[in-house]
Nanobody
Framework: QVQLVQSGGGSVQTGGSLRLSCTAS??????MGWFRQVPGKEREGVAA????????YYHESVQGRFTISQDNAKKTVYLQMNSLSPEDTAMYYC???????????????????????WGQGAQVTVSS
């Protein structure tokens, strides 16, 4: 069981920035990702990274605006969100997965699939 504790989130105006943080109870050989969900819509994977380093993955809607990064010593993954728009308003979740079926941290279609372990969520609200 991987336990995840999130911090960050909040409210910002269009064009602003926010950073989310997520600290894991273990941080070796796992996929770390950020997801978001709006009421009435499906949860979508926003960004993902393998704890051992390597390629980062982004949903097309955040490419070039969001950056996922990590500090292995702190067992923490970050999501830096820039140029925020009201369309980014959602509950954001940190998630982890051991990658047993998808060691690249994405599924066969290249999407960030639903991970196994979840943080408590943080609301991000962007006003126009």
């Amino acid at each position: 069981q991987v336990q995840l504790v999130q911090s960050g989130g909040g409210s910002v105006q269009t064009g602003g920035s926010l950073r989310l943080s997520c600290t894991a109870s273990e941080y070796r050989g796992i996929c770390m990702g950020w997801f978001r969900q709006v009421p009435g819509k499906e949860r979508e994977g926003v960004a993902a990274i393998f704890s051992g380093g390597g390629k980062k993955y982004y949903h097309e809607s955040v490419q070039g605006r969001f950056t996922i990064s990590q500090d292995n010593a702190k067992k923490t993954v970050y999501l830096q969100m820039n140029s925020l728009s009201p369309e980014d308003t959602a509950m954001y979740y940190c998630a982890a997965d051991r990658g047993l079926t998808h060691p690249d941290c994405i599924d066969d279609s290249g999407a960030i699939y639903d991970y196994t372990f979840w943080g408590q969520g943080a609301q991000v609200t962007v006003s126009s």
